[in-house]
């Protein structure tokens, strides 16, 4: 039911790319994708609500391919702000509300 | 605008003893509010989340409980700790994405 991410893990250089990829085995409608730094809250990026969308935050990226239920995120020219866990999440309706189901998260550092 | 506050931000807490972890939610009215956990280096896990006062669904059976006593307020508590209940508890709350506070290290000691 969780989200498999990956990679689980990724090191970087200042400047270079990543890709991180998120996969259900549930039927999703929407993506969301969150960062969490080291001994924080996660904290919101974006969310993709249709198949095939794509969505832009600064440098970072995102697609979701709805038929395959896939999901990627592209961090471009990385930077150190950019170190930390990413978590995918969909939102599952139940009993007339809905609930956040988070993948199982990739840790990026980015050296300098 | 709205704000989650969670507290306290630190805890340490003996084995046996009690607890109670509160979340107040302010801007925003009948939020769906949500408890997370997460392990040390580990993923978040649903605990409980709630649509409204004295609405409570439970994902996973364990040492814990919540409650809602006000439409802002989502309370956590355990009558007694475990080791296994050491983690980051976040509270988080939506009215389309999630919003988390800023989260309580709990150390069962």
């Known amino acids: 039911q969780q989200p498999v991410q990956s990679p689980q893990a990724v090191i970087l250089r200042e400047g270079e790319d990543a890709v991180i990829n998120c996969s259900s085995s549930?039927?999703?409608?929407?993506v969301h994708w969150y960062r969490q730094k080291h001994g924080e809250a996660p904290v919101f990026l974006m969310i993709?609500?249709?198949?095939?969308e794509q969505k832009g935050h600064e440098k970072i990226s995102a697609s979701f391919n709805e038929k395959k239920q896939q999901s990627s995120l592209y961090l471009t020219a990385s930077q150190l702000s950019y170190s930390g866990t990413y978590f995918c999440a969909y939102r599952e309706v139940t009993s007339g509300t809905y609930k956040y189901i988070f993948g199982t998260g990739t840790r990026l550092k980015v050296l300098a | 605008s709205q704000t989650i506050h969670q507290w306290p931000a630190t805890l340490v807490q003996p084995v046996g003893s009690p607890l109670s972890l509160e979340c107040t939610v302010e801007?925003?009215?009948?939020?769906?509010l949500y408890w997370y956990r997460q392990a040390a280096g580990r993923g978040l896990q649903l605990l409980f989340y709630?649509?409204?006062?004295?609405?409570i669904s439970s994902e996973v059976p364990q040492n814990l409980s919540a409650s809602r006593p006000q439409d802002r307020q989502f309370i956590l508590s355990s009558k007694k700790l475990l080791l296994s209940d050491s983690g980051f508890y976040l509270c988080a709350w939506s009215t389309g994405e999630a919003f988390f506070g800023q989260g309580t290290r709990l150390t069962v000691v």
């Open positions: 993709l609500l249709k198949g095939g």
């Open positions: 549930k039927a999703l409608y929407s």
């Open positions: 801007g925003t009215s009948n939020p769906n």
């Open positions: 709630s649509v409204g006062i004295g609405q």
